[in-house]
């Protein structure tokens, strides 16, 4: 049987639907020594902010049962260094690129946009209106309808059309479908689902928090239910929008889960830190269960757990 191992996400055709997620491979130099990042669907850079932010203090991590906390900051070097150096090195090793931004205001947003409009070689933005560890946390846009509408509205009036806009949405909201009902009338192209949870861990020795900035993003492992249940409700809701799923997947199975709920391509984020060649692994696994499911295509499998029995 030829198997057909590509993927549609948000317009766009790529090779194969394993990703990095964003912040967990920076923009790839982390991985390259290990598998050509041609070997990827895509990388999802690290999300990117328009000035140089040296994120917060230490300590940024802390361990959970069946996962981790963190806390950077969104620490980055700024969206015209990353132009300059991270685009172009990304490009000269053939990586489809799908570039991660966040902002502090909807002005942020829109300027990011504009930058980003005038450079070849990127597949889709993914609009990062989710992260819970910057310093205002009264900020989180995805958590208001306004202030999601208002950020994937100026991302999309400055952007080059050509280019899919990805929404990626916290899960930390009443009704996730209802934030992605507004993204998607804002002119998002597809959804990132989800992002991590807002955590915290305190010491019982020194009776303190055990994060600097107190509280941080929970990934890994024990996120992922959250994460299979906000895709197959937003599918549900929304059968025609892509979905890229994440959240806690560490081998094939498991991104098979996402892609029956919904999921047309799946990032792996934390399962990096332990095994940098995590993605390779799910990659091979997932394209293993596909074909002895009798599956001919990845887009066959996308959403069949919806589908009603004959």
Same mark, same amino acid.
């Given at each position: 049987?030829?198997?057909?191992?590509?993927t549609?996400? @948000?317009?766009?055709?790529?090779?194969?639907?394993?990703?990095?997620?964003s912040g967990?491979?920076?923009?790839?130099k982390?991985?390259? *020594?290990?598998?050509?990042?041609?070997?990827?669907? &895509?990388?999802?850079t690290?999300?990117?902010?328009?000035? !140089?932010?040296?994120?917060? @203090?230490?300590?940024?991590?802390?361990?959970t049962p069946s996962?981790?906390?963190?806390?950077i900051?969104?620490q980055?070097?700024?969206?015209?260094a990353?132009?300059?150096?991270?685009?172009?090195w990304?490009?000269?090793?053939?990586?489809r690129?799908?570039?991660s931004?966040?902002?502090?205001?909807?002005?942020?947003?829109a300027?990011?946009?504009?930058?980003?409009?005038?450079v070849s070689?990127i597949?889709?933005v993914e609009?990062?209106?989710?992260? !819970?560890?910057?310093?205002?946390?009264?900020?989180?846009?995805?958590?208001?309808?306004?202030?999601?509408?208002? /950020?994937?509205? &100026?991302?999309?009036?400055?952007?080059? !059309?050509?280019l899919?806009?990805?929404a990626?949405l916290? !899960?930390?909201?009443t009704?996730?479908?209802?934030? /992605?009902?507004?993204?998607?009338?804002?002119?998002?192209?597809?959804?990132?689902?989800?992002?991590?949870?807002?955590?915290?861990?305190?010491?019982?020795?020194?009776?303190?928090?055990?994060?600097?900035?107190k509280?941080?993003?929970?990934?890994?492992? @024990?996120?992922?239910?959250?994460?299979?249940?906000?895709?197959? *409700?937003?599918?549900?809701?929304?059968? *025609?929008?892509s979905?890229l799923?994440m959240?806690?997947?560490?081998?094939?199975?498991?991104?098979?889960?996402?892609?029956l709920?919904?999921?047309?391509?799946?990032?792996v984020?934390?399962?990096?830190?332990?095994?940098?060649l995590?993605?390779?692994?799910?990659?091979?696994?997932? *394209?293993e269960?596909?074909?002895e499911?009798?599956?001919?295509?990845? @887009?066959?499998?996308v959403?069949?757990?919806?589908?009603?029995?004959?």
């Open positions: 049987m030829n198997f057909d191992f590509t549609t996400l @948000a317009g766009t055709i790529f090779p194969n639907p394993i990703f990095t997620a967990c491979a920076g923009s790839g982390e991985l390259i *020594q290990f598998f050509p990042l041609t070997d990827l669907g &895509a990388v999802v690290k999300s990117i902010m328009l000035k !140089p932010r040296s994120g917060r @203090a230490t300590p940024r991590m802390a361990e996962g981790m906390l963190n806390s900051g969104l980055g070097p700024g969206i015209a990353f132009l300059q150096d991270d685009i172009p990304l490009k000269s090793k053939g990586a690129i799908v570039v931004i966040a902002g502090e205001s909807v002005a942020d947003y300027e990011l946009a504009r930058l980003i409009s005038g070689g597949s889709a609009v990062n209106i989710s992260c !819970p560890n910057v310093e205002s946390r009264g900020q989180v846009f995805s958590c208001n309808p306004v202030t999601a509408h208002a /950020a994937i509205s &100026a991302v999309k009036k400055n952007i080059d !059309p050509s899919p806009i990805i990626k916290s !899960p930390d909201v009704d996730i479908t209802e934030i /992605a009902d507004v993204v998607i009338n804002a002119g998002a192209d597809g959804l990132a689902l989800i992002n991590t949870l807002l955590g915290m861990v305190i010491d019982t020795n020194s009776m303190k928090p055990k994060l600097a900035g509280t941080g993003g929970l990934s890994g492992p @024990a996120i992922r239910p959250v994460a299979v249940r906000a895709i197959y *409700q937003v599918k549900a809701r929304f059968p *025609q929008i979905i799923g959240g806690g997947v560490t081998n094939g199975r498991e991104a098979f889960e996402m892609i709920a919904g999921a047309s391509a799946v990032s984020g934390t399962a990096n830190f332990g095994n940098p995590a993605t390779m692994k799910i990659k091979a696994e997932l *394209q269960l596909l074909i499911r009798g599956f001919a295509s990845v @887009a066959a499998a959403g069949y757990a919806h589908r009603e029995e004959d």
